[in-house]
């Protein structure tokens, strides 16, 4: 431990004395004192047990000195010492609490003197940066809380507003720092609600829809935290105002469109945003600028729906069903009217643009209100497919509409897929068809390079008339690829939730177009007709999991394709792409028990008693016998007290039969391996015994008569032997004669002949 304190010590110390001595140091050696920061624990000793007085107290000192010249940098005279003065304060509060909770009321007036002066944006950016990480922990700390927030919020946020109508640069930094300061403070905010709402809708005029999107993206999500913040009127009062006031903006920007002068007696219905400047006498300034305030007004709507709000809102679903479907028919409005307007002739070239906003608002309709859409779930589809039948061929508007078409199937399956009109889906399917798409932007190039043979001047040569022709074909191919990768993503979802719903037909013209694709990826290589996607991860993905969903979801009438698939996802599984290794090998996974089926397991009934093994068969025939065996002093005579029945112990009975009988057919094969010589074994009757040796084997006893003869014509035999032969025979029938049966051991004489 002493040791890491005198390393960390002696860092410090360095970095101190060497590399933020002086301006000059610093501007040329700050990235490399914020990565010694970022990369050692310098920090993290502080009050550290373990080591000496002495060493505890020079490591103390060296922090004291960091934190003091941190402090003499944020308000140093050149903007490198104060730019390196924020980075230090950032990277040390990160590292080490006890110097944040000390240092935080000093750093923070430091940093909003900054802010009240004039200086580079880079300055700035990083104050309001650092600013937004102080008030993430200070919010979270009651101590801090009394001590900062209360006294230099309110400040803060009045300086911040400030800086607003500095430059665009500024703006997005000022905007994330209002939104979290009205969310986390809303009390503290309050006094500053009219000028955030007046900065947010200067912004969300129109004027930075097409310069800066993420600009208004953040506008929009400042001006829809403020219903948050309360105030004189009631979160759920003041965000159903905004709501109601950007429909009728909407409203009035599509009237202004279609050249329609709204009637007095609606004036009050259509309330706007206040604060919005009127539109420019001229039609090919004013008309654009209405299509931007409506992509602005889109982007208000979108925050509104998705920003979560603890309070039960009164959302007008009808309004909003009703405004998108407005907007996706103003192009057929307009294509439709007999009117000879020179400003209808601006509304083809914006008709995208309404089309995509009307797409926006149905996507976050599904999104934030999820159950609810399901009454107009039949109008959605007609919007759809109103979009899709009257757009002019803009690929933009495709991906939307497919997006828009995958986002519904994946919510209400069935029940939005029975409304979709049929054409939508068999649009999706044909999109897919990559090799049309290809002869028509050959064509279009083609066509292209007459026209330009057609205007071409002196010394224009034939190689440049081709490379133009080949360059407007390429472009037109790169625009499909979003397409046809949103169409596949659409097809994904329909065969994975709603299979049924495409008909046999549409399920193999999908399975065509897949082994297709996949097969001119695999076999074709570079050379394939889909050579601008050949090294798109994403797309290879798409297919394969297109072709897996149409694999387990199969069509009663769909062709035997698993063949082609297996051999695809096996091929697929040595490329080089990560995602699609991954995607053929979870496919593979997939179909495994479609090709290799198995039933699952079975409780099944045991057999019978004999197949079970013999240990737990003795017990049972031990107990279950009934046969009693008297053994005379000599053991040489035996009575049979009674007949045995038939339980266990006849099972015993059965399983040494069979054992003697394998032995005995293992001894005969022994015995013919070894060219024994044969021997023959006639039948004997008992009253011919030969005499038997004193101590005969268990294999003699094996042969001998079933029944027992005189005490006196039998020689003397171990009781062991008896007792086999006794347990052996006992079931034979006591009317049979007694001659015993003839015997014929393999190799004999008789199993010669």
């Given at each position: 431990?002493e040791a ?9 110390s ?6 933020l ?8 050696n700050?990235?490399l004192?914020?990565d010694?920061v ?7 000793y502080i009050?550290?047990?373990?080591t ?11 922090v004291h000195?960091?934190v ?5 940098l944020?308000?140093?005279k050149s ?8 980075l230090?304060?950032?990277h040390?509060?990160?590292q080490s609490p006890p110097i944040f909770v ?9 940093l ?5 002066k004039?200086d ?6 990083a104050?309001?940066?650092l600013?937004?990480?102080?008030m993430d ?7 801090l809380y009394?001590e ?6 309110p400040?803060?946020?009045q300086?911040?507003l400030a ?8 703006v997005d ?5 209002l939104t979290?300061?009205?969310?986390w ?6 006094p500053s609600i009219d000028?955030t709402?007046?900065l947010?809708l200067?912004?969300l005029n ?6 800066s999107?993420s600009?208004?993206?953040?506008a ?8 948050l913040v309360?105030?004189?009127i009631t979160?759920e009062?003041?965000?159903?105002q905004?709501?109601?006031m950007?429909i009728g903006t909407i409203?009035t ?5 279609m050249c329609?002068?709204?009637p007095?007696a609606n ?7 206040p604060?919005m400047?009127?539109?420019a ?16 007004m889109?982007?208000l ?5 998705s ?5 039960d809102?009164p ?6 069903v009703g405004?998108?479907s407005?907007?996706?028919?103003v192009?057929?409005r307009v294509?439709?009217s007999k ?8 509304v083809?070239?914006l ?6 906003a ?7 309709l599904?999104?934030a ?5 399901l ?5 959605v ?5 109103v979009v899709s ?7 933009p508007?495709q991906?939307a509409?497919y997006?828009?078409m ?8 069935y029940?939005f897929?029975?409304?979709l009109?049929k ?7 044909g999109?897919l068809?990559v090799?049309?798409k290809r002869q ?10 007459a026209?330009?043979s057609s ?5 224009r040569?034939?190689a ?5 022709s ?9 625009q499909?690829?979003?397409?046809v990768?949103?169409?596949l993503?659409?097809?994904l979802?329909?065969l ?14 999908i ?10 990826e695999?076999?074709g ?8 996607r050949?090294t798109d991860?994403?797309?290879?993905v798409a297919?394969?999991?297109?072709l897996?969903?149409?694999?387990l ?7 035997a394709?698993?063949?082609?698939a297996?051999?695809i996802?096996t091929?697929?599984?040595?490329n ?6 991954n995607?053929?090998s ?8 479609i090709?290799?089926a198995?039933?699952p397991a079975?409780?099944?009934?045991p057999?019978a008693?004999k197949?079970?093994?013999?240990e ?11 046969v009693s065996?008297t053994?005379?002093?000599?053991g040489s005579?035996f ?7 038939r339980?266990?112990s006849d099972?015993l009975?059965d399983?040494e039969v069979e054992e ?11 015995f ?9 074994t006639?039948p004997m009757s008992?009253?011919?015994l030969?005499?038997v040796?004193a101590a005969?084997s ?9 029944k ?9 035999v171990?009781p062991?032997?008896?007792i086999k ?8 029938d006591?009317d ?10 393999e190799g004999?004489d008789?199993?010669?002949?």
């Amino acid at each position: 431990m002493e040791a890491n304190v005198v390393r960390a010590e002696r860092t410090l110390s360095l970095l101190i004395t060497t590399y933020l001595a002086n301006a000059d140091s610093i501007k040329a050696n700050v990235a490399l004192v914020v990565d010694t920061v970022l990369s050692q624990n310098l920090f993290s000793y502080i009050g550290a047990t373990g080591t000496s007085a002495e060493t505890a107290k020079r490591y103390e000192s060296a922090v004291h000195k960091w934190v003091a010249r941190i402090s003499s940098l944020l308000v140093g005279k050149s903007s490198e010492s104060r730019i390196a003065g924020i980075l230090l304060a950032k990277h040390t509060t990160l590292q080490s609490p006890p110097i944040f909770v000390e240092n935080a009321p000093k750093w923070t007036t430091s940093l909003l003197n900054m802010l009240g002066k004039a200086d580079v944006a880079a300055v700035h950016v990083a104050a309001l940066q650092l600013l937004l990480a102080f008030m993430d922990v200070v919010r979270e700390v009651p101590e801090l809380y009394r001590e900062i927030a209360s006294a230099q919020v309110p400040r803060m946020n009045q300086a911040v507003l400030a800086m607003g109508d500095k430059g665009s640069d500024l703006v997005d930094s000022a905007l994330e720092l209002l939104t979290y300061s009205a969310s986390w403070f809303p009390t503290l905010f309050r006094p500053s609600i009219d000028k955030t709402e007046a900065l947010c809708l200067g912004l969300l005029n129109g004027s930075m829809a097409r310069a800066s999107g993420s600009t208004c993206k953040r506008a929009a999500n400042c001006l829809a935290s403020l219903p948050l913040v309360g105030g004189k009127i009631t979160v759920e009062e003041r965000w159903f105002q905004y709501v109601q006031m950007t429909i009728g903006t909407i409203e009035t920007c599509i009237d202004h469109v279609m050249c329609v002068e709204a009637p007095a007696a609606n004036a009050e219905a259509h309330k706007t945003m206040p604060g919005m400047p009127a539109f420019a006498d001229d039609f090919i300034v004013s008309i654009p600028q209405a299509a931007d305030r409506i992509s602005s007004m889109t982007e208000l709507l979108v925050a509104l729906l998705s920003r979560p709000v603890v309070a039960d809102l009164p959302i007008p679903v009808d309004g909003l069903v009703g405004i998108a479907s407005t907007l996706a028919l103003v192009p057929v409005r307009v294509a439709s009217s007999k009117s000879n307007r020179a400003e209808f002739g601006l509304v083809p070239l914006l008709a995208p643009q309404l089309q995509r906003a009307a797409i926006r608002i149905m996507a976050v309709l599904a999104i934030a209100l999820g159950d609810y859409m399901l009454p107009f779930l039949s109008a959605v589809a007609r919007v759809m497919m109103v979009v899709s039948t009257k757009h002019l061929v803009s690929a933009p508007t495709q991906v939307a509409l497919y997006s828009l078409m995958q986002l519904y199937v994946e919510r209400y399956g069935y029940g939005f897929v029975i409304c979709l009109p049929k054409e939508l889906v068999a649009s999706a399917i044909g999109d897919l068809n990559v090799q049309s798409k290809r002869q028509s932007s050959a064509t279009a190039g083609s066509a292209l390079s007459a026209s330009v043979s057609s205007k071409k001047r002196g010394g224009r040569s034939r190689a440049a008339e081709v490379a133009d022709s080949e360059g407007a074909s390429n472009m037109l191919q790169i625009q499909y690829t979003e397409v046809v990768y949103s169409a596949l993503n659409t097809v994904l979802a329909l065969l994975r939730h709603t299979p049924t719903v495409l008909s046999s037909s549409l399920r193999a013209q999908i399975d065509g177009q897949l082994l297709t694709l996949l097969m001119l990826e695999v076999v074709g290589g570079l050379s394939s007709s889909v050579v601008s996607r050949s090294t798109d991860a994403r797309y290879k993905v798409a297919l394969c999991q297109c072709l897996e969903a149409s694999i387990l979801s199969p069509d009663p009438w769909q062709k035997a394709i698993l063949p082609h698939a297996v051999s695809i996802f096996t091929a697929g599984l040595e490329n080089s792409s990560v995602a699609v290794r991954n995607a053929c090998s979870q496919a593979l996974v997939a179909i495994e028990p479609i090709i290799h089926a198995r039933l699952p397991a079975q409780l099944r009934v045991p057999e019978a008693e004999k197949d079970v093994e013999l240990e737990y068969v003795v017990p049972k025939a031990i107990l279950g016998s009934q046969v009693s065996l008297t053994a005379g002093l000599d053991g040489s005579a035996f009575v049979e007290s009674e007949q045995p029945t038939r339980s266990a112990s006849d099972e015993l009975h059965d399983q040494e039969v069979e054992e003697d009988e394998r032995e005995l057919e293992a001894n005969t094969k022994r015995f013919k391996n070894f060219s024994v010589q044969p021997v023959s074994t006639r039948p004997m009757s008992t009253e011919k015994l030969p005499a038997v040796p004193a101590a005969p084997s268990e294999t003699t006893s094996m042969f001998a008569s079933s029944k027992p003869a005189a005490p006196s014509a039998l020689p003397s035999v171990k009781p062991s032997a008896v007792i086999k032969q006794q347990v052996t025979n006992e079931n034979e029938d006591d009317d049979d004669d007694d001659d015993i049966p003839d015997i014929v051991m393999e190799g004999s004489d008789s199993e010669d002949e």
